[in-house]
């Protein structure tokens, strides 16, 4: 396998990476929803200030768009793992694309509205921007050699 195939899977395995992780976050969000109601999600979103669930009441409402939020944080984990694994694993463009626009909009939302407010620890952001950062270098390197870029240096 060449070097450009080479980063193009480590490319679609961190995408697929940050695909489970959402996944697997999304469900745990659901489950505190069904579980503890809207004070309960909101107590684990809200890692980067103390919270008292006693104290704060989540409306009805609320609770039910953070539950929205969280179904479709999972569908979009579903999404970049499948794109992942079936169009980033071949170095696709389209692949290429899919996975850097859905989840470059979702970890800007991220950004957006959870880690720049301090709502949100940067710890718990780490994981998958850490994910991305890797997928989008390495899937573009792999792109770059696709199109005949020069990449850095090679070893035999």
Do not use: K
Not at 7 to 27: E, K, N, P, Q
Not at 46 to 75: C, E, H, I, K, Y
Request: proline share 3%.
């Amino acid at each position: 396998m060449d070097r450009t195939n080479r980063l193009a899977r480590t490319g679609a395995v961190c995408y697929a990476l940050w695909g489970i992780v959402h996944v697997l976050g999304a469900a745990l969000q659901l489950a505190a929803l069904r579980s503890q109601g809207g004070a309960g999600l909101t107590a684990m979103i809200s890692t980067a200030r103390p919270f008292d669930a006693q104290a704060t009441a989540v409306p009805g409402a609320s609770a039910a768009f953070m539950g929205m939020g969280a179904f479709n944080l999972l569908w979009i984990g579903v999404l970049v793992t499948v794109v992942a694994v079936t169009l980033n694993w071949r170095n696709a463009r389209l692949g290429y694309w899919l996975n850097l626009g859905v989840v470059g909009a979702t970890d800007a939302g991220l950004l957006w509205a959870l880690l720049v407010p301090g709502v949100m620890a940067w710890s718990d952001g780490l994981v998958g921007l850490a994910l991305f950062a890797t997928a989008v270098v390495c899937s573009t390197l792999g792109r770059a050699g696709v199109r005949g870029l020069p990449l850095a240096a090679t070893t035999a």
